[in-house]
């Protein structure tokens, strides 16, 4: 008898302090020192969206556009670290949104914490979005005399309709970007670099989106991955902190100089219409092949390759290839796709 | 033993130098200008795709793209219960889909599609106009928005079935030339070059399956014809459809 009135004792017993403390995973309070990880077995297991609210009540405010603006709430996280919010007057867990933790500690940090660490890469298919805005060109300009249900050039409509395109995304940019030269992997130069500095301008460079104002104006809703389904375009993987500098084979390459400006980014971004994961591609987005078999351009760099071989050939000081190039990358061995 | 060894060192002395000075590729470059019935058209923006084998190989590919059913933009639009003036806004830049352009303002107010979905936007995006306007296509059923491509897209991957193109590529806007690079190609190799989708230009359809030999260190060039009635071209197969019509009304063209 006694035994059965101690059984009944312990078993409401454990099941108040779990409704009191929660489920709590015991290894959770050491986990926080490292802060919050998207990669824990436990966050894998959660739907994004059950605890990022898309968008938050703060998107006028802090975006302008409908946006992911602020940490989640309590809520998503009180039901399995309940305890880690009651241990001690600052707890380790608050620090991880609040900028004073502690139970008065209402101010955050803007999101997303740009200085920490990123756990995700993005996935973006830029073959789906050329076919997707693929279009033809109006070819006839004859006027075609049938009754008329719509005019759609109206007064306020420009003379030629601006067309989507690469540019709704990559914009030219108006500071000068951190960059820096692109090399291959695992190859030596042959030479240390030749001094000179090359500045390009700003206007040599393009921008490319780095917040979803560009993404929610199609995929808000709708159109799939929709705002909810986070994992359409974030992947988790190893953490790390974005340079944000640009780095580049040939920096002295202007897309703004008058004969680069006339074209279609395909024109020489030839790789790109076939790429389904922009950090799968290995090569450049633009081949050597568009410049090379070029009257602008084929003779010079023909020339420099001749100097090149001519300088090894004669056993001279290696001919760094200058034209394209700043010499940290031109002083690197002529790759194949070169020599075709 | 010892010479195993010798072997492995050997080996390891030469590997470095075994390593290729000059890749094994090619490049290949289809011209999509094309003159039909007497006047050149520039298919620009269109995506080929380039198969190991010549046509004789890619019979089954090539029989398939022959059978295929096509539905043209009129069509598919006018089924999804598009309004005429949304078909026509298509029509007067010969766009797919509404992605292809912004509608301005005047043309939100008189396509009810976009009106309607300008208004959503506006009680949605606490009646911000900005936001209404720029994520107007968020508010449009997904059917006309991106329904035309998905259609296509579920038809290409039914056409090419087993069949793996190597490549694929786009024509751009000024040169109307699609290029595909590094194509593996020890020696002379044939490939299949196909749009497999059939292209609308006027009231006609098109397909192109031709075969091409792609030499390494060389760019091998394609124009695409169109044959004369009665007439072929060599090395190429040109399917040439009526386009389907599907009572569309008419639409002022400028």
Redesign the interface.
């Known amino acids: 008898m006694k035994l059965r009135v101690l059984f009944i004792f312990a078993f409401f017993a454990s099941a108040a302090a779990v409704m009191f403390l929660g489920p709590s995973d015991p290894a959770s309070a050491q986990r926080r020192d490292k802060g919050f990880s998207h990669a824990s077995a436990s966050h894998k297991k959660i739907d994004c969206s059950s605890c990022h609210k898309v968008p938050t009540s703060n998107w006028?405010s802090t975006r302008g556009?409908?946006d992911v603006a602020d940490f989640p709430g309590h809520a998503s996280c009180i039901n399995c670290h309940r305890r880690d919010f009651f241990s001690g007057n600052r707890p380790a867990i608050c620090a991880g949104c609040h900028t004073n933790p502690g139970p008065r500690g209402a101010a955050r940090f803007p999101f997303p914490v740009r200085s920490r660490s990123q756990e995700f890469s993005i996935v973006f298919p830029h073959?789906v979005h050329?076919?997707?805005?693929?279009?033809?060109?109006?070819?006839?300009?004859?006027?075609?005399a049938?009754?008329?249900?719509?005019?759609?050039?109206?007064?306020?409509?420009?003379k030629t309709?601006?067309?989507?395109n690469c540019a709704i995304c990559h914009k030219t940019t108006e500071k000068l970007p951190k960059y820096g030269p692109r090399v291959s992997a695992g190859v030596k130069p042959l030479v240390e670099a030749a001094t000179g500095a090359f500045l390009p301008a700003a206007g040599f460079f393009k921008d490319s989106p780095n917040s979803h104002a560009s993404c929610?104006?199609?995929?808000?809703?709708?159109?799939k991955p929709a705002r909810t389904d986070c994992a359409g375009c974030h992947k988790l993987t190893t953490p790390y902190f974005d340079s944000n500098t640009i780095s580049r084979y040939s920096i002295k390459f202007d897309h703004l100089s008058k004969n680069h400006v006339?074209?279609?980014?395909?024109?020489c971004h030839?790789?790109i219409?076939?790429n389904s994961d922009i950090a799968k591609m290995k090569?450049a987005d633009v081949?050597i092949?568009?410049c090379s078999?070029s009257s602008c351009h084929g003779p010079v760099i023909r020339e420099e390759i001749g100097k090149r071989e001519a300088s090894l050939e004669e056993k001279k000081p290696t001919f760094q290839c200058i034209y394209c190039h700043s010499p940290e990358v031109g002083r690197f061995p002529i790759p194949?796709?070169h020599?075709? | 033993m010892p010479r195993c060894l010798a072997v492995t060192f050997l080996t390891f002395l030469l590997a470095p130098m075994a390593l290729p000075q000059a890749a094994s590729t090619g490049a290949l470059e289809v011209s999509g200008r094309v003159k039909i019935d007497g006047k050149v058209e520039k298919l620009t923006r269109k995506r080929f795709y380039l198969f190991t084998g010549g046509l004789k190989e890619n019979s089954s590919l090539l029989e398939r793209i022959r059978t295929a059913e096509v539905v043209s933009r009129d069509c598919y639009y006018k089924r999804a219960k598009a309004s005429q003036p949304f078909i026509c806004w298509l029509q007067a830049a010969d766009c797919e889909s509404p992605y292809c352009r912004t509608p301005s303002e005047s043309e939100i107010q008189s396509v009810p599609e976009f009106k309607a979905a300008f208004t959503k936007g506006m009680t949605q995006f606490r009646s911000k106009p900005a936001i209404a306007r720029d994520w107007l296509l968020t508010n449009m059923s997904a059917n006309l928005v991106n329904g035309f491509y998905l259609q296509k897209r579920t038809l290409s991957e039914t056409l090419l079935g087993n069949a793996k193109p190597l490549q694929s590529s786009m024509t751009d806007t000024i040169t109307v030339k699609s290029i595909f690079i590094d194509i593996p190609v020890p020696v002379a190799t044939k490939f299949t070059v196909s749009n497999i989708l059939a292209m609308e230009v006027g009231k006609k359809s098109y397909v192109w399956a031709c075969e091409v030999s792609v030499e390494p260190g060389k760019t091998a060039k394609l124009n695409l014809q169109v044959p004369e009635a009665g007439k072929t071209i060599k090395n190429c197969e040109v399917i040439v459809k009526d386009l389907p019509q599907c009572g569309t009304g008419a639409c002022e063209q400028k």
């Open positions: 006028v556009y409908p073959d050329q076919d997707l805005i693929a279009r033809n060109v109006k070819q006839t300009e004859t006027v075609v049938h009754f008329v249900p719509t005019n759609f050039r109206s007064a306020d409509d420009p309709p601006e067309f989507n929610f104006t199609c995929h808000y809703q709708n159109q006339n074209k279609d980014c395909m024109t030839v790789r219409a076939q090569d081949p092949l568009t078999t194949p796709s020599q075709n």
